[in-house]
């Protein structure tokens, strides 16, 4: 399988956006790929926006950027949590300093910004981060899903599919 | 794409399984597929079994056989309604006679026997209904997903990666 041999990690916590956060988790297990479910604490479960539930199996801060090929970050509110915790924004730093794959939909952005990773590169995702991203210095970009170097970023919920054919493609070269 | 000349229908109804559905949708878009949504009545909105909705746009008394390269058919409690509607049964039954993809998953193989397509070929899903599927003269099988000639089978929610993997290889070949 194309990912066989990827480990990647995908972040959640409460009132996460439910299909921001499982399509990718069942797109890249159908690759092939080791999915680890993180936030701020392991073996916590976590209600999405619309109710379904996704349990975290480890904290961010216990993950080394050195053993991922990539981080996933969906959106709903649960970036406003994430990125008060400084093992989910180091963990996401650190993927960023060593050009592995951060992927950001929606509000994600928000736990880029807070990891300092988006100034000067564009940006996209839910209309209501548009102002955050700009005023973090980033360049908004009104686009369903794109690549820029090792980041991956996609828009809304109806966008899940080109971000997912964008995630795809980027780890796969 | 590798999908981007196939029109497929997803069927849905109330109580549908939410993950079931949405995945294997958002898998076939990111694919380039074109994904009409159907039931037993166009423009009606359901709500799944964990809180998602889907709305469909079109009767499948009104979806021609000839018109569509597959069918999905997710699980949850929605086979229970599709299997009663003669609009469904007979598409099913006659994307079956002209070879085309059909998938189904968890619940969904009630579809299948309703539709009269299952007997003497293997089939899964979900324990629930194993017990119908045998009495239909179908065999049943205990893996993840596999496909059989034009029908494609799928066990249970965490086999859904399995199950487009398994879905998305039968369409392209």
Do not use: Y
């Not at 409460?14 to 993180?38: C, H, Q, T, Y």
């Not at 928000?110 to 980033?138: C, F, H, Y």
């Not at 690549?147 to 995630?167: E, H, M, S, Y």
């Amino acid at each position: 399988m194309q990912l066989s041999d990827h480990r990647i990690a995908v972040l959640v916590d409460k009132s996460f956006e439910d299909l921001e956060f499982w399509v990718p988790v069942m797109r890249l297990r159908e690759a092939g790929a080791e999915v680890i479910i993180a936030g701020r604490e392991a073996e916590t479960t976590f209600t999405g926006k619309h109710g379904l539930t996704a349990e975290t199996v480890v904290a961010a801060r216990d993950l080394e950027a050195d053993d991922l090929d990539a981080v996933v970050v969906p959106g709903g509110w649960a970036p406003d949590k994430l990125r008060r915790d400084e093992g989910v924004t180091s963990l996401v730093r650190e993927m960023d300093a060593q050009n592995k794959i951060v992927a950001q939909i929606c509000h994600a952005g928000l736990v880029g910004i807070s990891a300092g990773i988006v100034e000067g590169r564009p940006a996209t995702g839910s209309q209501g981060i548009k102002d955050d991203l700009e005023n973090a210095g980033a360049e908004w970009v009104d686009e369903a899903a794109f690549q820029d170097g090792n980041l991956v970023w996609g828009r809304v919920v109806k966008d899940i599919p080109a971000f997912c054919r964008t995630l795809v493609t980027a780890l796969q070269s």
